[in-house]
């Protein structure tokens, strides 16, 4: 009987071993060299293995069935083949040619800073075909007002002038932006000021949004989040292309483009000229914005050199004073624009900012062997520009200027213009050198920058109806700042596993920052700060397969305060720096015919500075650290092809923005307005401001024509975008009477193409903006108060609870109103 059951088990054994196979082959380049240490996974059983030094690969055991080969070597495409064991069969043969890749050099430089597919990072890429599908010439935050948890908004309210963007209701200060990895955030407000690069994203490429912490990158802190935008990819065919643009507010644009294509396989030359008109939709919120864009290269066998240089002059009417409280439900009076009207009649007409910047990029990128490339990079932008106002009944002794004798009388105020001043330089470099294993395992990055920056402020009173002691340009305050930003980085993403990928970043950076001089308020400052900071990261990427993948990573980011946090200090304090503790786990899903974007994220803040209405010594508000804040939320993104001719896509932000605790300060006048002191209030777990709960988008697509006979000739599709911000408080008090009401607004797009033997193609496109004609503000400002009386007469005080008084300018946008455009292609 033992017998028995012992031949029946070594019979049962010797048939499943039967059933097992070897499957093996060799991996190869075109020309059959053998490729050792390329990496071959089998997909559905997650095993994975290296060729050896003849380039054979073997996986054993493998079970009757249809497997998926992966394969993949530095240089070459990943290749992807399908065998089926039959069974059997105890050895199946599978042999893989690869295709050589052709390094993109241009790209290069931007992948040091940039979130790759496989890193545990929250990022949204953008193609030049997705940008230019919805650019009539609106700045680049209106052209990112879709992406996920994006708040955009425009002083003029148009999309031209002066624009913003909040991510995660992160303000612009902390989204840290560059250019082909060179830093465009100014120095000391750490903000970017688009308006200075009208039409910048006619010249881009490609754009990457990282959310969150993310990589590593230059420049200012990424305090919440980073915009990287590309604009070096080598067009190898010659174009030209005219685009034009005109809408309402007498809005009209133009633009020249122009490429040489690749001359004798080594040299190029790009150009763009672009010229923006706008009056805007807020009373002579004017905009005339000039730019140009000019990039030349040398392209070796495995090398680029690129000089870019491009400008942007904008003069534009102010804007930014915001619209009283009292007038923003009025159709007639939500346009009215204070700035100007301190003179009397008229307002003047020059109330206007006037600023050129010009940018000098050199970029050199070289692939040393298969393995190794390295990046380089000089850069220099020069800025220079002034903003101009018309101020009534103003002490002499506030322009350092003597008052004046008129007959027995004695002046000591007059009327004036004056210009505030902004001169300053920025230059450095920035560096990579990039490693990839030839089996892709392993990839490291080491890279860093260092960069100055010199700013000049002073400001000049070119005009007074009583000239007093003054003389022309007579200057009344004047200041000088230095900063010097330097990083350092190391990245590495090591393949544990053929389905888990880790991935570590670890970066120091250095901060040296001092000014000194006067300010407009002629309080004399002197500031100096040296800040350290290290920002490790780290995650898990993790593959379940093709169309699976999980992440997760923490991530450390410091931050230094910002030239007015140092400057309007009161005497004897220092700001301190802000610190951010971020965690983001995520899950992606594809299917054939839709896909899935599900990302948690927390964002703790360590004293994060903020407004709480305390002022310095001479009156003006300054920003304080919160010892406890955060954001906690999950970011839904998807997209599905409903029907051949319908697809959808759409996006939802749920999140819960806190202050634990911190005090506010509320200044208090007496019945003659008369100044008391200030009143202290301790709030607990309010909301940060201008931090929606609900930020939801989406965009609904018709395609006519799908068939590709009829697609490769013409285009034709029809889009209706929408989307919903809930409500924001203006402080971080959760003040019901301070409060930007929800709204929602939605753009109609037709877009037609035609290619023709004559033509590339020739696009037009319409869009109606905002069609439901929602009257909404998108950004306000606010001063609280208490007085014992009514201040209802002036229009910008909305009473508050008992004595306390809320004074609000809100920035409405425009209601329904359209933009036409035409670009032909040759």
């Given amino acids: 009987m033992k017998r028995l059951i012992v031949g029946l088990a070594l019979l049962m054994m010797a048939g499943h071993a039967s059933a097992q196979a070897l499957l093996t082959g060799q991996i190869s380049d075109r020309q059959g060299e053998a490729m050792p240490s390329a990496s071959v996974v089998v997909l559905e059983t997650k095993q994975g293995t290296a060729a050896n030094e003849n380039g054979v690969y073997r996986f054993e055991n493998l079970q009757p069935g249809e497997y998926t080969l992966e394969v993949s070597f530095v240089g070459y495409k990943d290749e992807k083949r399908k065998i089926k064991i039959q069974e059997g069969i105890a050895k199946a043969i599978l042999h893989v040619q690869m295709t050589k890749q052709i390094f993109e050099l241009t790209s290069l430089t931007i992948k040091a800073t940039r979130a790759a597919e496989n890193s545990p990072f929250t990022y ?18 209106f052209l990112l007002r879709w992406t996920p948890s994006a708040v955009v908004t425009s002083d003029a309210g148009t999309g031209f002038g002066y624009t913003s963007i909040r991510i ?18 100014d ?83 790009d150009g763009r000229l672009s010229r923006t008109t706008s009056d ?22 495995n090398s680029l050199l690129r000089l870019n240089v491009f400008s942007g002059q904008e003069v534009t009417y102010q804007s930014w004073c915001g619209v009283p409280a ?43 062997d298969r393995n190794w490339n390295v990046n380089l990079a000089a850069h220099y932008t020069k800025g220079s520009g002034f903003f101009e106002q018309y101020k009534a009944d103003q002490d002499f002794a506030d322009y350092l200027l003597e008052n004046v004798t008129i007959g027995n009388d004695t002046i000591t105020k007059t009327d004036l213009i004056r210009r505030r001043w902004l001169d300053n330089d920025f230059y450095g470099g920035i560096w990579s050198l990039n490693y990839i294993r030839t089996d892709n395992r392993l990839q490291l990055t080491f890279g860093g920058a260092w960069n100055k920056y010199l700013g000049g402020h002073f400001g000049k009173v070119i005009w007074a109806e009583f000239a007093s002691n003054g003389t022309i340009g007579h200057r009344y305050y004047n200041g000088d700042a230095t900063k010097k930003d330097f990083n350092v980085f190391g990245k590495a993403s090591y393949q544990l596993t053929p389905f888990l990928t880790a991935f570590a970043d670890l970066q120091y950076r ?38 699976s993948q999980l992440y997760a990573s923490f991530a450390v980011a410091n931050r230094e305060p910002n030239r007015d946090d140092y400057v309007d200090a009161p005497n004897g304090v220092k700001p301190k720096s802000e610190r951010l503790y971020n965690t983001e786990i995520g899950f992606r899903q594809k299917w054939k015919k839709a896909a899935l974007n599900v990302n948690f994220y927390h964002m703790q803040y360590k004293d994060q500075l903020v407004l709480t209405g305390q002022i310095n010594d001479v009156g003006a508000p300054i920003k304080t650290n919160v010892p406890d804040s955060y954001r906690l939320g999950v970011e839904i993104v998807g997209g599905m092809e409903v029907t051949p001719h319908i697809s959808l896509q759409g996006n939802a932000t749920f999140s819960r923005n806190k202050v634990k605790a911190f005090t506010e300060f509320i200044d208090t006048y007496d019945a003659n307005y008369g100044w008391l002191g200030q009143e202290k209030f301790r709030h607990e777990n309010t909301d940060l401001s201008f931090s929606p709960d609900l930020i939801v988008g989406g965009e609904l697509k018709y395609e006519v024509f ?16 929408g989307k919903h911000v809930g409500s924001q408080f203006i402080d971080n008090t959760s003040d019901g009477n301070a409060k930007l009401a929800a709204y929602f607004f939605s753009d109609f797009q037709i877009r037609y193409g035609l290619r023709t033997k004559l033509f590339k193609e020739i696009s037009l496109t319409f869009m109606v903006r905002n069609v439901f004609d929602e009257q909404y503000a998108a950004n306000a400002w606010l001063y609280r108060f208490n007085f014992p009386g009514d201040a209802s007469s002036y229009p910008n005080v909305l009473k508050g609870g008992g004595p306390t008084h809320n004074m609000i300018g809100y920035y409405p946008q425009a209601g329904r109103n359209f933009l036409a455009g035409l670009e032909v292609k040759f």
């Fill in 510 to 547: 250095r901060v040296n920052y001092s000014t000194e001089g006067t300010g407009n308020d002629l309080r004399a400052y002197s500031v100096r700060d040296d800040l350290n900071f290290f920002n490790p990261k780290a995650g898990l990427f993790y593959a379940l397969n093709d169309n």
């Fill in 280 to 301: 805007g939709y807020i009373e002579r919120g004017r905009a005339d914005l000039k730019s140009f864009f000019l990039s030349g290269a040398y392209v070796g066998k």
């Fill in 124 to 141: 949204a890429n953008l193609a030049k075909e997705k940008i230019q599908e919805k650019n009539l010439g609106q700045d680049v935050p």
């Fill in 326 to 368: 009292q007038y923003l439900g009025d159709p007639k009076l939500r346009t009215f624009n204070p700035c100007g009207t301190e003179k009397p009649g008229l307002p003047h007409d020059n109330e206007v900012d006037d600023y050129t910047q010009t940018h000098y990029q050199l970029l050199y990128n070289h692939q040393l």
């Fill in 187 to 269: 120095s000391e407000s750490q903000a970017v000021f688009w308006v200075d690069l009208p039409d910048i994203a006619s010249s881009v490429d490609d754009i990457q949004i990282q959310r969150g912490v993310g990589t590593s990158t230059n420049g200012a802190g990424a305090f919440g989040a980073s915009i990287n935008m590309n604009t070096g990819n080598l067009h190898k065919e010659a174009y030209a292309t005219f685009s034009g643009t005109g809408g309402s507010f007498d809005t009209w644009k133009a633009t020249a483009q122009f490429g040489s294509g690749l001359i004798n396989k080594k040299f190029t030359l």
């Fill in 706 to 721: 799908k068939r590709k006979q009829r697609a490769e000739k013409q285009n034709l599709s029809f889009s209706l975008s």
């Fill in 168 to 185: 995660r209701g992160t303000d612009p200060t902390r989204i840290n932006v560059t250019i082909n990895g060179i830093p465009l955030n």
